[in-house]
């Protein structure tokens, strides 16, 4: 079974602090996606990548940035965390044809 | 972009009974795939079904079937013989393979199963 891993479950960081969200996928996916959860909204595309050190934004990528240095992880950056960032983040990876298989999600807090 | 609406925010239904829940698309592409995941309240997105849009026939998981009217950007989610494992937010998202692979997701429907 695919398992793609979220190294934290809950985060809780201050306003200003710059923090670093960690994916890694075990199946050799090329394609790795952000996604922003927030109630009523459905899930929000914030950034994917479909190789190593590509990335593409995606529908509100403002405010983040992202890395992938190797295949296997994919890592969204808070550059200056704000409360309006408070929210579910959702890493999840695909083959070419496949479907997406998601981590088990980080809730961060900003205060 | 590719919208896709669930324009139920939330549902019941009793155990062991059928419920279907809807999902509508915009798209201009011909080729695409279809897709409802399962959110528990344990936050891990699962895979219920998929259909390829090049498929005519509507795909079938056990308790969990489709109902996909290409031409009416159309694909319900039917769950028959409902549990109360089922309650859960439930998510239809389309991928595009013309556009990096993109998924877009509804809002989501919340099902409750009363016992």
């Known amino acids: 079974d695919v398992k793609v891993t979220q190294s934290s479950r809950y985060l809780v960081k201050r306003t200003g602090e710059k923090v670093f969200l960690e994916c890694v996928q075990d199946?050799?996916?090329?394609?790795m996606f952000w996604y922003r959860q927030d109630p009523g909204l459905g899930l929000r595309l914030i950034y994917f990548?479909?190789?190593?050190?590509?990335?593409e934004k995606g529908d509100i990528p403002e405010g983040y940035s992202v890395s992938r240095e190797k295949k296997e992880r994919f890592s969204l950056i808070l550059e200056s965390a704000s409360t309006n960032q408070t929210s579910m983040y959702l890493c999840?990876?695909?083959?070419?044809?496949?479907?997406?298989?998601f981590g088990n999600g980080t809730r961060l807090t900003v205060t | 972009a590719q919208t896709v609406t669930q324009s139920q925010p939330e549902m019941s239904v009793q155990e062991a009974e059928t419920v279907t829940l809807s999902c509508t698309y915009d798209t201009s592409e011909s080729d695409y795939y279809l897709f409802w995941y399962k959110q528990p309240p344990s936050r891990q997105m699962i895979l219920v079904i998929r259909?390829?849009?090049?498929?005519?026939q509507n795909a079938t998981e056990n308790r969990f079937s489709v109902n996909f009217q290409k031409a009416a950007k159309s694909f319900s989610l039917k769950i028959s013989d409902s549990q109360l494992g089922d309650a859960a937010m439930y998510f239809c998202a389309y991928r595009s393979p013309l556009r990096f692979n993109k998924f877009y997701f509804g809002s989501g429907t919340k099902l409750n199963v009363k016992p």
């Open positions: 999840a990876s695909t083959s070419q044809r496949g479907s997406l298989h």
């Open positions: 990548s479909y190789d190593v050190k590509m990335k």
């Open positions: 259909q390829e849009a090049y498929k005519q």
């Open positions: 199946m050799d996916h090329e394609n």
